[in-house]
Each structure stands twice: as C-alpha cells, then as structure tokens.
C-alpha cells in the first residue's frame, strides 16, 4: 500500500535556526514527489516537485531533496513568515493521476 | 490565464441537510480534476476525482457524491450530511507545463482556496 510519512509533526524554530523537513515514502514506481505550503484556513500552494532520486531544487530560504525513500525539505535561516504547514505528497505510477499527501509538518519560527 | 474557483468559503449546515459544493476552472479544457477532504490532524484524503465530462471516479465509499455536468465544472453533493462529513474540502485541477522543467511531463496540481464545512 503506498504510504507517505511526513516527520515531525510539528517544529518550533527560532529565527535564523535552520533545520529540515522529512517525507518518506513507499510507492511501487515514483513518477513525482510534490511540497506544498498550506497557511491556516487556505489551499495548498504549490512549493516544489521532484522527479528522480539525486534530485534538488531551491526557492529562496528552502531546497527541497530527493532520495530513492525519502525527500527533505531545508529551510535556511528561517523568517516568521516562514511558518506554515508543509505537506509532502507522491504520485505513483500504478495508482492512476492522484497525489497521495502525508499529514504534514506545522512549523513555527518565532522571532 | 489558469485560475480555479471554489465556493463557498464556509458553511454550517445541520444533521440530514444536503450539500452542495462547488469547483469551477478556467483557461483550460478537459482538465483532470479531484476533490480533497482534510480534517483535523489528517492529510487530505482523495474522495473523487474526474477525467471528464460524466466521469467520475470515487475513492472512498461515503454519503458523498460528485458529478460533472460541465468540462470545467465539479460539484461535491450529500443529500444528508453527516457530523463525520465536517472537514476543509479543497478542489484541484492537473495542470500540464511544457516549460522549462523538460520532457517528464511535469503536471502541477493547483488547489482552491477550499470550503471549511462544519455540520452541527
């Protein structure tokens, strides 16, 4: 069964603190691994997706990677504005057009 | 340009009321589109999703319907909500880029601002 398993559930930084987001996975055949950033009470916005394990890709203060089990999402000295829900989420080969999501990571970074 | 609109924003509905949720696309046509629910302190869980006119596929069984009526019309219908039915419903769309990301087809997958339905 595909899963998605995002870790912690929840981070508390402090501004300036860097750190990283885990989303593991198991699908039978990866065909793209997508982050998003969801503020309270709005729709996912789009942040990143990765194709191929080795893969990386950077958007200001985050880098999001890519291995054959998991991805991490970076997050380079972090501003208040930061803080969010980031939510990892696969496509599978066999299991039609559908994203499969975890359940997220909240981060907090206070100033 | 491509846009998706969701409404309504939020709702409170009663035990046994029916419902009916609206998605809407623009600047597209043939879009594949799904409906997400998210409830709390859980992923969003695919419910429909639809390739077509008249085609929709259901992955979870539930008191729950959708349909769609138009190419870029998708509706999530109940015709006696349940408290268990309260949760973010979101709307999304496949959208296809053949930019600068090459040749693998990179599809993005862009949400509505979602409806919080809350049943009482």
């Known amino acids: 069964e595909d899963q998605v398993t995002q870790s912690p559930e929840a981070l508390r930084l402090q501004e300036g603190e860097s750190s990283s987001l885990n989303c593991s996975y198991t699908v039978s055949g990866l065909r793209g691994l997508f982050w998003y950033r969801q503020d309270p009470g709005k729709g996912p916005e789009f942040l990143f997706t990765l194709y191929s394990a080795g893969e990386e890709k950077e958007k200001e203060r985050l880098k999001a990677t890519l291995t054959k089990k998991e991805s991490f999402l970076h997050i380079t000295a972090p501003k208040p504005e930061d803080s969010a829900t980031y939510l990892c989420?696969?496509?599978?080969?066999?299991?039609?057009?559908?994203?499969?999501f975890g359940k997220g990571t909240t981060l907090s970074v206070s100033s | 340009s491509q846009t998706i609109h969701q409404w309504p924003a939020t709702l409170v509905q009663p035990v046994g009321s029916p419902l009916s949720l609206e998605c809407t696309v623009e600047g597209t046509s043939n879009p594949n589109l799904y409906w997400y629910r998210q409830a709390a302190g859980r992923g969003l869980q695919l419910l429909f999703y639809?390739?077509?006119?008249?085609?929709i596929s259901s992955e979870v069984p539930q008191n729950l319907s959708a349909s769609r009526p138009q190419d870029r019309q998708f509706i999530l219908s109940s015709k006696k909500l349940l408290l268990s039915d309260s949760g973010f419903y979101l709307c999304?769309?496949?959208?296809?880029?053949?930019?600068?990301?090459?040749?693998?087809?990179?599809?993005?997958?862009?949400f509505g601002s979602g409806t919080r339905l809350t049943v009482v």
């Open positions: 999304a769309w496949r959208t296809e880029s053949r930019d600068r990301e090459g040749p693998r087809a990179p599809w993005g997958y862009t």
């Open positions: 989420a696969v496509q599978d080969n066999q299991a039609g057009t559908a994203l499969i």
């Open positions: 639809s390739i077509g006119i008249d085609q």
